[in-house]
């Protein structure tokens, strides 16, 4: 069981580089979700989104741009890495049902140096 | 800003049950309460969910107060392995899901 797939589990970016974290689920969830989660804190919404072409920004969407294209696939595009932004990102997909869980990746580890 | 307020850490004894709470004074009739716990260097995971009534599962028990307005997260007999940090989070009609920071767990041998 796949589940939620998240690629890479780790990375290391220059100041002002360009990466895509990638985000991919085999359970056919419309929702999917972008999470960051700073050392020794909880998590923060980045982006989510609810269906094919439809996405909307979290709690902390700046220096960040999303897509979904497929039910499958919801990228996260960092377009200049800044220092603040080294953090660890979950990917999470759920049903659209208020009764059903989310389902969460790995994690990707990003350090931007 | 989460919906959900919890202590910022608690400990506990191995092999004892533990309480952990959580306020969520401005839940909606339509709100489902959920759990997950996040261990060291992994993702959250599910723990739990209800939304009127007590529930029980294998993981764990959660009692859901009669006016919906606090909830708490019952572990009957406490390992090592459930240090973790716990997350209370309501789930409703509202599309964002926003997690607090939680509560870190400590198990004491």
């Known amino acids: 069981n796949a589940g939620v797939t998240q690629t890479p589990k780790f990375r290391i970016l220059k100041i002002g580089q360009s990466m895509t974290l990638q985000c991919t689920q085999d359970?056919?969830?419309?929702?999917m979700y972008w999470y960051r989660q700073d050392p020794g804190m909880g998590l923060k919404l980045i982006y989510y989104?609810?269906?094919?072409?439809?996405?909307d920004k979290g709690e902390v969407p700046n220096g960040y741009n999303v897509s979904r294209s497929t039910t499958e696939d919801f990228p996260l595009r960092l377009e200049l890495a800044a220092p603040s932004q080294t953090s660890v990102y979950f990917c999470?997909?759920?049903?659209?049902?208020?009764?059903?869980?989310?389902?969460f990746g790995d994690g990707t580890r990003l350090s931007i140096l | 800003d989460a919906k959900t307020t919890q202590p910022n850490s608690m400990e506990s004894n191995e092999e004892e049950p533990v309480h952990l709470p959580c306020n969520h004074s401005?839940?909606?009739?339509?709100?489902?309460i959920h759990w997950y716990r996040q261990l060291p260097s992994q993702g959250p995971e599910y723990v739990i969910h209800?939304?009127?009534s007590n529930v029980n599962n294998r993981m764990a028990s959660l009692a859901i107060a009669e006016d919906r307005k606090s909830s708490t997260l019952i572990l009957h007999r406490a390992t090592l392995r459930d240090a973790a940090v716990y997350y209370c989070?309501?789930?409703?009609?509202?599309?964002?899901?926003?997690f607090g920071k939680g509560t870190r767990l400590h198990i004491l041998p």
């Open positions: 999470a997909s759920s049903s659209d049902r208020p009764n059903q869980p989310q389902h």
């Open positions: 359970m056919n969830h419309n929702y």
């Open positions: 989104s609810v269906g094919a072409g439809i996405t």
């Open positions: 401005t839940i909606s009739g339509t709100d489902y």
């Open positions: 209800g939304l009127t």
């Open positions: 989070i309501l789930r409703g009609r509202d599309d964002k899901i926003i």
